[in-house]
């Protein structure tokens, strides 16, 4: 799956994923970071070997992953995200554009 998965990656930015596709993900992975947005689930990074995945939920409530060239990029993505999420609490009238 993991195989699977860093090819779709390769050919798209952002894969949307089915919650058994999700499961069998954080089977051959580990969980390096995860946060709760208290909005949108869970934002996760998601690592094997030098391979990181971002993993987090969409408005659409869609499991969506997209990969990182280092942890420090993902752990910077995670940042950002919460961020946002807490600009949005606040009623900045911000939206996130999950598939770019």
Same mark, same amino acid.
Do not use: H, P
């Given at each position: ?8 990656? &390769? ?9 058994? =596709? ?7 992975? =580990?969980?390096? =970071? ?6 949108? &689930? ?18 659409? &409530? =869609? ?33 996130? &554009?999950?598939?770019?």
């Amino acid at each position: 799956m993991l195989e699977e998965v860093l090819n779709k990656l &390769d050919a798209q930015t952002v894969v949307i994923l089915r919650d058994e =596709e999700l499961s069998i993900l954080m089977e051959e992975t =580990e969980i390096i =970071e995860e946060m709760d947005t208290c909005f949108r &689930d869970k934002v996760r990074i998601l690592g094997s070997q030098d391979i990181f995945i971002i993993q987090e939920k969409s408005d659409k &409530d =869609e499991i969506l992953i997209r990969k990182a060239d280092s942890l420090e990029e993902g752990q910077k993505f995670i940042r950002n995200r919460l961020a946002v999420y807490e600009n949005m609490w606040n009623g900045c009238g911000c939206k996130v &554009d999950y598939y770019k």
